[in-house]
Structure formats: structure tokens, C-alpha cells
């Protein structure tokens, strides 16, 4: 069903953090009656909501599907390996990507679910994300990959790995966001794929060769 994301319940469900402000917010967040908690195996990572980094409201409202995902995708960004590893920079990213997506994709919002800094912080991507993932229940439907849309929680790493390994941060963010992910939606490390596998593309590069270690990590994350 398509359903406007009300504001407060987006905000009550995300993390508000940034750097300068000192929040770390660590596996602090207490569900709503009735909510899926937070797990005890795998802390809460932090991670920016889009009202947090400036994000656009979307054109139209979002679609809520009242299932759980039952896979992760992963993607990268195939833009330029910036050297910059601010937050500034990470909170700019997630505006480049949305701006691309709704200006020239032509989407009513970012395609990806949450996205990843090559420094290794965590952003929402399409609104509602957020809030879905850290109730456990349901999910945004996103725009990352033909097929898996509804189904698949989309995650962009910042860079592109056709030929270059990402940066250890990057790296280390990626496995704690999937090990969290895992937890929340009760979906098994195994089920962890590249957007290559589901469509014809050369996304995420390099990091699609690393699936199978990827998956392990998470394995042992979640114990």
C-alpha cells in the first residue's frame, strides 16, 4: 500500500546524531508497545536519518509493504573515490544520490534504503527506512534493483570497486550494518547478495567478490 510517512513517527523511530553534536546513541532506542526491540547480540550502529543530513521530502508518498525483506542487496555508488572522510562529506553524499535519483532517475525519493560513507557512517536513504528497520516488522519498498524491490533492503557503499578494494571503514561499517540488519529482520547472513546477481550490471564491483566473506563476518556477528 502507498502511505505518507508521518514525520513524527519518522523521527521517533530514527537516530538523530551528528559529530559535532556529540551524539553517539549507541543501542539506545526503546520500541514502541507492541515493536520489535532492539537485539542484544549486535548493538545499534549509528545511523543518520534524512532529516538529520538535509534530505528532500519525497515526491510522493512512500510504499510501505507489511512484510519483512528477506534478503540485502549490496550496491555501490560507481561515483568518484573521494578522499574526503567527513561526515560533511557522507551527509553531501546522500544528497548527491538523492538528487540524482529523483532529477534524473525520475524516483520519488532515494532508491536505496541506507547508505554507506567510505569513512564508514551510516545514513537513511528513502524515508521511512529507518523507522521500518529499527521496528523489525515491515519495510519501505526502494528502487535499487529490478525484481527485488519490495523484498530486498538496498544498501550503497560511497565509491566504485571495479578495479580498487574500498576502505577498511567502509568495510567495517558494511558488516556491522548487515549483522544489525540480520538481527532486526530475522534474515540469515546468507542471504546476502550483490545487485549483480539480480540484475545485468557490474555493481557493486569488487565487493561482489568478497560476498562469500562478507557473509561469514556477518555469520559470526550474529554468533
Known amino acids: 500500500m502507498s502511505v505518507p510517512v508521518?514525520?513524527?513517527?519518522?523521527?521517533?523511530?530514527?537516530?538523530l546524531l551528528g559529530a559535532a553534536a556529540g551524539v553517539t546513541a549507541l543501542g539506545q532506542f526503546t520500541a514502541d508497545r507492541?515493536?520489535?526491540?532492539?537485539?542484544?547480540r549486535v548493538d545499534q550502529p549509528v545511523i543518520a536519518n534524512c532529516a538529520t543530513w538535509g534530505a528532500r521530502p519525497p515526491s510522493s508518498a512512500v510504499t510501505v509493504v507489511q512484510?519483512?525483506?528477506?534478503?540485502i542487496i549490496?550496491?555501490?555508488?560507481?561515483?568518484?573515490?573521494?578522499?574526503?572522510?567527513s561526515l560533511a562529506h557522507a551527509y553531501q553524499n546522500s544528497r548527491d544520490i538523492q538528487n540524482l535519483h529523483m532529477d534524473t532517475n525520475g524516483?520519488?525519493?532515494?532508491?536505496?534504503?541506507?547508505?554507506?560513507?567510505?569513512?564508514?557512517?551510516?545514513?537513511?536513504?528513502?524515508?521511512g527506512s529507518l523507522y521500518a528497520l529499527l521496528h523489525g516488522q515491515t519495510m519501505v519498498q526502494g528502487a535499487h534493483c529490478v525484481g527485488q524491490n519490495s523484498q530486498a533492503i538496498g544498501i550503497e557503499n560511497e565509491g566504485i570497486?571495479?578495479?580498487?578494494?574500498p576502505p577498511q571503514a567502509l568495510w567495517d561499517s558494511l558488516v556491522t550494518f548487515c549483522a544489525f540488519t540480520c538481527q532486526q529482520y530475522a534474515?540469515?547472513?546468507?542471504?546476502?547478495?550483490?545487485?549483480?546477481?539480480?540484475?545485468?550490471?557490474?555493481?557493486p564491483g569488487l565487493l561482489h567478490d568478497r560476498l562469500p566473506e562478507l557473509r561469514s563476518a556477518v555469520a559470526a556477528r550474529l554468533g
Open 6 to 15: 508521518p514525520r513524527r513517527a519518522v523521527l521517533r523511530g530514527a537516530v
Open 34 to 40: 507492541g515493536a520489535r526491540a532492539v537485539g542484544s
Open 67 to 71: 512484510n519483512r525483506p528477506n534478503k
Open 74 to 85: 549490496i550496491h555501490h555508488t560507481a561515483f568518484p573515490n573521494s578522499t574526503d572522510y
Open 107 to 127: 524516483w520519488i525519493d532515494s532508491g536505496q534504503h541506507f547508505t554507506n560513507s567510505r569513512a564508514g557512517y551510516l545514513t537513511e536513504g528513502r524515508h
Open 161 to 165: 570497486y571495479l578495479d580498487v578494494q
Open 187 to 203: 534474515i540469515p547472513a546468507t542471504e546476502i547478495y550483490g545487485h549483480k546477481d539480480f540484475n545485468s550490471t557490474q555493481c
